[in-house]
């Protein structure tokens, strides 16, 4: 009997799916994948130096350094300019809690402010208010694949000789004002997780800068603290190196981004006209960013019905993110007592929703999942009338 690949029932539209994107590389993939084995080069590498070569070209900064993951990426970045115990890191609470992390583990305190209402991503006009002087450096979040307008945010930074480093882990191939997301700050970092626009298949991560001294401290720490001599140790590094099998993969893959974050574009657009005139809110984005849709996020108060009703269309949907980082119990004890309140952040919340996106959905899912909103929406609002 003839095998047949796994496939998703036909009523389900997930909210991303993998397994489309390998399928459509099968042989590309296997490829890459047996040119590692071949070379036997598992750690670093060949294909490593040279995914590193082709992402910097593609952000057009003047290095890339892989590491292991982004959270690791934000760490290396944040440790090489010198960031430590003592020190303040202002970024967002409504991120991942990766960017709070990297803070915390190079012994820095994260300081959150609030976000715009109508982007969601870092309030540039707070900035100048949360700076103390104790702030180092200042992180904004190209969540959801915007950019944060981060010249305004450089700005803001040179007038207090305040470091700035982009976490561009949802954003590869979106731009500010004509840049790449990771090139317009001192460095960007990117994790390479497998539902990223770029991917690997396991976990990867890189900083990218167009600094000599913080590529140079980035790729040693990287790598045991090592630049040349194998077992000379010049510096206290750690182990946060990329895969060659990744490397190779990534390689793969970043030859179809440019494609892929166009068919997101795409999507975006379906989805914005049909749910024109219906009663959701689409979370904007930044007049100066080009983006690329890692999520494409809606907002409303019935936020729990509106998911379920899509649940019952067999429609995936996800919250990015449910908990905002000042309210993780994880993140308490950096708090001032008594914690502190983000009302935009906090209300954002409790109404996101997170739409099917992914290169490979079919324009029928795109206005399978638009029509199924508006009707879900119409017959809420019905209800509570
Ligand atoms: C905004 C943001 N920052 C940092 C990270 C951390 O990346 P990784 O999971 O590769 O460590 C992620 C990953 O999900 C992220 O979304």
């Not at 890191?89 to 709070?100: G, P, S």
């Not at 994880?330 to 109404?351: C, D, M, Q, R």
Request: glycine share 8%; aromatic share 6%; proline share 6%.
């Amino acid at each position: 009997m003839r095998m047949h690949p796994p496939s998703r029932p036909a009523a389900t539209i997930p909210l991303a799916d993998l397994r489309a994107q390998h399928q459509s590389l099968g042989p590309e993939l296997q490829a890459a994948i047996d040119r590692v084995f071949a070379a036997s080069d598992f750690v670093l590498g060949d294909e490593v130096a040279q995914f590193e070569a082709e992402f910097a070209d593609y952000c057009g900064v003047g290095e890339t350094i892989a590491c292991a993951n982004g959270t690791d990426a934000l760490e290396l970045a944040l440790c090489a300019i010198g960031i430590g115990v003592g020190d303040e890191v202002i970024t967002v609470a409504n991120t991942f809690a990766a960017t709070a992390e990297a803070i915390v583990r190079c012994g820095a305190v994260p300081r959150f402010v609030d976000v715009d209402p109508q982007t969601l991503l870092m309030d540039v006009s707070l900035l100048e208010t949360a700076i103390t002087p104790k702030t180092r450096a200042i992180i904004p979040v190209h969540l959801y694949g915007s950019c944060v307008d981060v010249a305004a945010v450089m700005a803001v930074a040179a007038r207090h000789g305040i470091a700035v480093i982009e976490d561009a882990a949802q954003a590869q191939g979106a731009s500010t004002r004509g840049k790449r997301a990771g090139a317009t700050a001192l460095a960007g970092c990117f994790s390479f997780y497998p539902g990223k626009n770029l991917g690997a298949c396991g976990d990867a991560g890189a900083v990218v800068t167009s600094s000599p001294e913080v590529a140079a401290r980035v790729r040693q720490a990287r790598d045991h603290g090592r630049s040349g001599e194998k077992y000379k140790h010049d510096v206290v590094g750690r182990n946060s190196r990329m895969d060659g099998l990744q490397g190779a993969i990534l390689r793969v893959k970043l030859r179809h981004l440019t494609a892929w974050n166009a068919r997101r574009r795409e999507i975006a657009q379906t989805y914005g006209a049909l749910l024109r005139g219906v009663d959701v809110s689409i979370v904007a984005v930044p007049v100066a960013s080009q983006p690329v849709y890692h999520q494409f996020v809606i907002r409303t108060a019935e936020r729990d019905q509106l998911r379920q009703a899509l649940a019952a269309h067999g429609i995936q949907t996800g919250i990015h993110y449910p908990i905002p980082l000042h309210q993780q119990p994880a993140f308490a004890p950096y708090l001032p007592p008594g914690g502190i309140e983000l009302p935009v952040t906090e209300a954002a919340a409790a109404s996101i929703l997170s739409l099917p996106m992914f290169p490979e959905l079919s324009d029928g899912d795109a206005r399978a999942v638009g029509r199924a909103v508006a009707e879900s929406r119409a017959a809420v609002s019905t209800a509570v009338a």
